[in-house]
Nanobody, 127 residues
Framework: EVQLVESGGGLVQPGGSLRLSCVAS????????MSWVRQAPGRGLEWVAV??????YYANSVKGRFTISRDDAKKTLYLQLNKLTTEDTAMYYC??????????????????????WGQGTQVTVSS
């Protein structure tokens, strides 16, 4: 059974930082691209970032502020969130991602197709 357990969320002031973690079990973690996705109140799921074969890709909204990483030995996915704004307030989920890289444009971009996310961890950015 696939299990993904996110943690590390909390209340932070604008401009602050958080580090999210996601511990995986029930599947061969090292063989999958893993993503972070988020859902703000009243909105749909928004893909945030993926790490695939050691290469990270980011949504434009978080590029330069968030950093995704993974430790395959610990079966853990991370997301470092810096320079947070109120627009980053959301429930954050990690997910297995079956997407792929699109090379057709001026630069490679990730086309996500995620599933099997966990229960999420809440990030609230407020003064």
């Amino acid at each position: 059974e696939v299990q993904l357990v996110e943690s590390g969320g909390g209340l932070v002031q604008p401009g602050g930082s958080l580090r999210l973690s996601c511990v995986a079990s029930g599947f061969d973690f090292e063989n999958y691209a893993m993503s972070w996705v988020r859902q703000a109140p009243g909105r749909g799921l928004e893909w945030v970032a993926v790490v695939n074969s050691g290469i990270p890709y980011y949504a434009n909204s978080v590029k330069g502020r968030f950093t995704i990483s993974r430790d395959d030995a610990k079966k853990t996915l991370y997301l470092q969130l810096n320079k947070l704004t109120t627009e980053d307030t959301a429930m954050y989920y990690c997910a297995k991602d079956f997407g792929h890289v699109d090379f057709s444009g001026p630069y490679p971009k990730w086309l996500p197709r995620y599933k099997d996310w966990g229960q999420g961890t809440q990030v609230t950015v407020s003064s």
